[in-house]
C-alpha cells in the first residue's frame, strides 16, 4: 500500500487546473446503458473509481475505448444484469447501475452496499422510489434483486434530498412509460450536469437543480457527447490549502457558482478570494481566523469539504465549530488530527476546534477520500514529517495530487508499497 509523505512549512503559490468531477462523472458513465447507441463523455478524472467503472461497463457489455480524459462507451447490447459484492464494495456509486439495467434489461441484481467510514448510508430512498416507478424489489442474501416490465412515471416525495436517489431515479425515469416527478430532489451541481447528459440524449427533463424535477419518459434515448463539468470538490480543497498556508493559488477550471458556501467561510475566515473568468484566487498574508461551518444539502456547505476546512480550522485563530448534517460518522478525521496536536472536542454532529500555532507532523490513517486529503492539508502546515498510510482512498477521487500540490511548492512524495 502507498503513502504519502509531507513535510510542513511550505506556503501553496501558484497555478494549478481541476480534473473533470468524479461525482458527476459516475453516474453521466451508467447514464451510457441507457442507450444502444454511441456516447462520449469528455473530461473524466483520471481516478479509481471512474477505473472501476468502465471495467463495470465492460463486464456488464459495453464496448468502452478510452482515449486519456475521454471515452466512447456503446452498450449496444448487455450479456449481464449484475453487480457483484466484491465491486460495489469497492466503490458504492456502482449501486446506481441498478437502474439503468432495469431500465434497460428488465433485471437487475445488484449487491447492497454495506455502510461505510463515514456513515450507514442506506439505500432505502434509491429502492422504495423504483418500486413506486413499478419495480419488484427483493432484498435476498445481501443482493437487491429487482425486476420489472415496463416501468411507469411516479411522483416520488423523498424523505431527504439524497443525491444518490435523485440521480438514480432521473436515470430511470427518462425510460419509464409518462411523467415522473421528484419532489425534494438533490440539487447539486452534479445533478444538473446528469440532467444535461440525459437531455443530450434526448430526454425531457425540467427543474434540475431545484427541489422539484419533472422529466417526462420515452421509448428510447440516443447517444450523447457530453462533458463532465470541474470538480468543486477538488477544487475547494486546493483553495483551502492555499489559504491555510497563507499562499497564493489560482484554481483553474473552478467555477465560483458552484462553491459559494465554500468561498464565502475562506472570506469570513480572512482570506482574499477572487472569482476570475474561468478560475478562482484564494491568498492569504496572515493566520486566519476560526469560522463556524454547518454541512448541508447544496448550496449549503458541502460535507465532502469539511474535513479539509476542519483541516484550516485546526490552525486558525479562535474556535470554530463544525457540525456536520448529512453523515453520521464523518468525524474520523478529527482524531488523526488531535494524533498531531490539533486541540478538538468531538460531541455528536459537532467537533469544537480550538486553533493552534502549529501542528506537529506524525503518522496518521487515511479512513475515506476526504479525510485522506484532509491530513495531507493538515501535513502542510506540521512541522516536520506526516505520514499518511492507507492513501488508496486518495487515489479514489483525486488525480495525481501529490503532483500538483508539488507544482504549488508542497514539499510531499508519494512511497510506493509502503507498510500500513
Ligand atoms: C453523494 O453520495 C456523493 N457521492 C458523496 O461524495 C457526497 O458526500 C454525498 O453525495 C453528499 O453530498 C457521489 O456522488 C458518488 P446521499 P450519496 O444519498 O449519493 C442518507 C465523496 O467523498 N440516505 O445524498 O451516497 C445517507 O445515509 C463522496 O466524494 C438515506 O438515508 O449521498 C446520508 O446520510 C462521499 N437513504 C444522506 O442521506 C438513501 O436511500 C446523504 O446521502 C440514500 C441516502
Not at 164 to 184: F, P
Not at 266 to 274: I, K, M, P, Q, S
Not at 334 to 340: K, Q, T
Request: one cysteine or more.
Amino acid at each position: 500500500m502507498d503513502k504519502i509523505i509531507v513535510r510542513g512549512g511550505s506556503r501553496l503559490a501558484g497555478d494549478v487546473e481541476v480534473a473533470g468531477s468524479k461525482n458527476a462523472a459516475l453516474p453521466i458513465l451508467f447514464a451510457t446503458l441507457l442507450t444502444d447507441e454511441r456516447c462520449v463523455v469528455r473530461n473524466i478524472p483520471d481516478v479509481a473509481d471512474v477505473r472501476t467503472t468502465l471495467r463495470l461497463l465492460g463486464d456488464l457489455g459495453a464496448e468502452v475505448e478510452q482515449d486519456g480524459a475521454d471515452v466512447a462507451i456503446r452498450a449496444r447490447e448487455l450479456n449481464s444484469s449484475e453487480a457483484s459484492y466484491e465491486l460495489v464494495k469497492t466503490m458504492r456509486a456502482s449501486f446506481l447501475v441498478l437502474g439503468p439495467l432495469l431500465a434497460r434489461v428488465g433485471k437487475a441484481r445488484v449487491s447492497q452496499p454495506g455502510g461505510c467510514a463515514i456513515g450507514a448510508r442506506p439505500v432505502n430512498l434509491h429502492l422504495h422510489a423504483l418500486e413506486q416507478m413499478g419495480a419488484e424489489v427483493e432484498l435476498v442474501h445481501g443482493y437487491a434483486e429487482a425486476r420489472a416490465g415496463q416501468l411507469r412515471g411516479a411522483h416520488v416525495q423523498l424523505d431527504f434530498p439524497s443525491v444518490g436517489a435523485t440521480e438514480h431515479l432521473m436515470m430511470v425515469a427518462c425510460l419509464a412509460e409518462g411523467d415522473t416527478e421528484i419532489e425534494n430532489a438533490a440539487r447539486e451541481p452534479e445533478i444538473v450536469d446528469l440532467a444535461a447528459a440525459l437531455s443530450s440524449m434526448g430526454a425531457e427533463i425540467e427543474g434540475a437543480g431545484e427541489a422539484v424535477v419533472r422529466i417526462r419518459g420515452a421509448s428510447s434515448l440516443g447517444g450523447m457527447d457530453h462533458r463532465v463539468l470541474p470538480d468543486r470538490i477538488e477544487a475547494g480543497t486546493f483553495l483551502i490549502g492555499g489559504a491555510m498556508t497563507q499562499g497564493d493559488v489560482t484554481v483553474h477550471g473552478a467555477r465560483a457558482d458552484c462553491l459559494q458556501a465554500v468561498i464565502v467561510k475562506l472570506r469570513e475566515a480572512g482570506a482574499e478570494v477572487e472569482e476570475l473568468d474561468g478560475a478562482i484566487r484564494v491568498s492569504a498574508t496572515r493566520r486566519l481566523d476560526g469560522v463556524d461551518i454547518k454541512t448541508l444539502p447544496y448550496p449549503g456547505f458541502p460535507t465532502d469539504v469539511q474535513a479539509q476546512m476542519m483541516a484550516l480550522a485546526t490552525v486558525s485563530e479562535g474556535t470554530s465549530v463544525v457540525t456536520e448534517t448529512i453523515f453520521e460518522n464523518r468525524f474520523m478525521h478529527a482524531v488523526e488530527f488531535m494524533r498531531l496536536g490539533a486541540d478538538i472536542s468531538l460531541d455528536g454532529h459537532n467537533a469544537v476546534v480550538r486553533g493552534v500555532e502549529r501542528l506537529s507532523g506524525a503518522e496518521v490513517m487515511a479512513s475515506d477520500l476526504r479525510a485522506s486529503v484532509s491530513l495531507i492539508l493538515a501535513g502542510l502546515v506540521a512541522d516536520n514529517e506526516t505520514e499518511i498510510l492507507r492513501v488508496y482512498h486518495l487515489d479514489r477521487g483525486y488525480q495525481r495530487i501529490e503532483e500538483k500540490l508539488a507544482k504549488l511548492g508542497a514539499n510531499i512524495q508519494r512511497v510506493k508499497g509502503a507498510k500500513g
